[in-house]
Nanobody, 124 residues
Framework: QVQLVESGGGLVQAGGSLRLSCEAS????????MGWFRQAPGKEREFVAT????????DYADSVKGRFTMSRDNAKNTVYLQMNSLKPEDTATYYC?????????????????WGQGTQVTVSS
C-alpha cells in the first residue's frame, strides 16, 4: 500500500496563494489516480480535484475551477495543488487521496488511501 503525507497548508489572506504537496511512499505514485478533497468543520467532505495516473487529465470542482491547478510528478512521487485567488470559503482541511487504477473520479469513496490532511485557512 501507499502512504500519503500532505504539506504546505497555512494561513493566507484572501486573494493569496498556497501550494500543497502530497508525497507518496511505499509504492510508486504512478500506480494511483490521485485526488484532493477538503473538509471544513461541520461540513461534508468535498471534492476538489483529481488527476489520472499520468496527470494528463484533470478534473476540478466548479468552486475551484480556474483558481486551483492539480499536477503530479510521478518521478518525485509527489502531487501538488496550486491554489490561487484563495477565498475564505476555501478554508478547510485538505486531504490527498489515492485510488489504484487510472482514473480517480469525484467520489471520496473511490479512494482507498488518504493522507492525514493539512489545514488551509483563508482570512478576509
Amino acid at each position: 500500500q501507499v502512504q500519503l503525507v500532505e504539506s504546505g497548508g497555512g494561513l493566507v489572506q484572501a486573494g493569496g496563494s498556497l501550494r500543497l504537496s502530497c508525497e507518496a511512499s511505499g509504492r510508486a505514485l504512478s500506480f494511483y489516480a490521485m485526488g484532493w478533497f477538503r473538509q471544513a468543520p461541520g461540513k461534508e467532505r468535498e471534492f476538489v480535484a483529481t488527476a489520472d495516473r499520468s496527470g494528463g487529465n484533470t478534473d476540478y470542482a466548479d468552486s475551484v475551477k480556474g483558481r486551483f491547478t492539480m499536477s503530479r510528478d510521478n518521478a518525485k512521487n509527489t502531487v501538488y495543488l496550486q491554489m490561487n485567488s484563495l477565498k475564505p470559503e476555501d478554508t478547510a482541511t485538505y486531504y490527498c487521496a489515492g485510488r489504484p487504477g487510472y482514473y480517480g473520479g469525484r467520489s471520496f469513496s473511490n479512494y482507498a488511501y488518504w493522507g492525514q490532511g493539512t489545514q488551509v485557512t483563508v482570512s478576509s
